[in-house]
């Protein structure tokens, strides 16, 4: 009965850490803007980033936002902080955009992944400072308000985030925005095409997978703790196995895909695929015996010659009959000898 009630817990904490797991791979929604809104083209040295206004989350800043936009008081902003799977910031120049001195506004959603926020924790007057979120930041909506969400070229965005930084999150290299500007209709349709032929390289949703397939494995070892003496030797280090072989795979899903997964790792990865394939050759192949011998637990068969008579095996000791009778044979020669 205890190990029922310890086998039942073990299942159900596994069950939810497969679920939260699960949870926490799943991809957060970005909030998407209607059609009818402008989207706005960010041109980087890395290639150029696609923007959807939101006026229906924050009206009052998209509008400073337009005004301060055909006056091109953006062109030229600067990359000052960046910081890997978290933010990109830039600061523009002082102009006609006052956002620094509105009130926060999250009237749709909050700072999710891909949110094109202003901050609101400024003096009026002051230059505005824009941030593109990397992963969802909830901490952010004290003092960001997203005015759009990043449609196309968030590889963009991951590129710059990862650059060299000194100091205070500072990219070592300067990083200028040389135009920001109204995308056409071309324009808007071209870059969110070429951004879905864009290979996609999700490290946070690998690694998670292989948070998923550690907790499947752990869960699994947990139940042959359990119940070992019940499923014998054997069965249990076949089990084992695989739970190695899981192991292993969460390892492969969570590095070998992404960036992180160098030539170097790779070809580990590859050796360590082919010991695990060796070791479950060794599992399946069934053992034999070394040539003279039996296996263990069989019992050696006398051999029948041509002369149609029994012979023991070499190394098998006689049967008791046997002996008996060359006991008699070995009596009988001794007594012709005395005879003699």
């Not at 523009?92 to 620094?100: E, F, P, R, V």
């Not at 011998?293 to 002369?307: C, I, K, S, T, Y």
């Amino acid at each position: 009965m205890r190990r029922f009630r310890f086998a039942r817990r073990v299942a159900g904490v596994g069950g939810l850490t497969c679920i939260a797991a699960l949870m926490l791979a799943a991809p957060c929604a970005a909030y998407t803007p209607p059609e009818t809104n402008p989207r706005i083209v960010l041109s980087t040295p890395n290639g150029p980033i696609l923007i959807a206004l939101a006026p229906e989350n924050a009206p009052k800043h998209v509008e400073q936002f337009l005004g301060a936009l055909a006056a091109g008081d953006f062109n030229g902003s600067i990359v000052t902080r960046v910081e890997p799977e978290f933010y990109m910031q830039l600061v523009a120049k002082a102009g006609s955009a006052q956002l620094a001195g509105l009130a926060i506004e999250q009237d749709k959603v909050g700072n999710v992944r891909g949110a094109f926020s202003v901050y609101d924790g400024g003096e009026p007057g002051d230059a505005p400072t824009f941030l593109i979120a990397l992963v969802t930041s909830p901490q952010l909506d004290a003092d960001y308000t997203p005015i759009g969400f990043v449609e196309a070229g968030m590889g963009v965005v991951q590129a710059i985030s990862d650059t060299p930084t000194v100091g205070d999150h500072q990219p070592y290299e300067p990083i200028r925005i040389s135009e920001i500007h109204i995308a056409d209709l071309q324009e808007k349709t071209l870059l969110r095409q070429a951004d879905q032929s864009a290979p996609v390289v999700d490290e946070g949703t690998s690694l998670l997978a292989g948070i998923f397939i550690i907790a499947c494995a752990a869960f699994l070892a947990s139940l042959i703790s359990s119940y070992h003496d019940r499923l014998g030797t054997q069965r249990v280090m076949s089990l084992m196995l695989m739970v190695a072989l899981l192991a292993f795979f969460a390892v492969w899903v969570s590095f070998a895909g992404t960036e992180a997964g160098s030539g170097l790792f790779g070809v580990a990865l590859f050796g360590g695929a082919i010991a695990m394939f060796r070791l479950m050759g060794g599992f399946e192949r069934p053992a034999t015996s070394a040539p003279g011998h039996e296996r263990l637990g069989e019992v050696a068969q006398p051999r029948q010659l041509a002369d149609r008579k029994l012979h023991a095996e070499h190394g098998v000791d006689p049967s008791d009959g046997d002996l008996e009778v060359g006991l008699g044979q070995r009596d009988a020669s001794a007594g012709g000898l005395r005879s003699a």
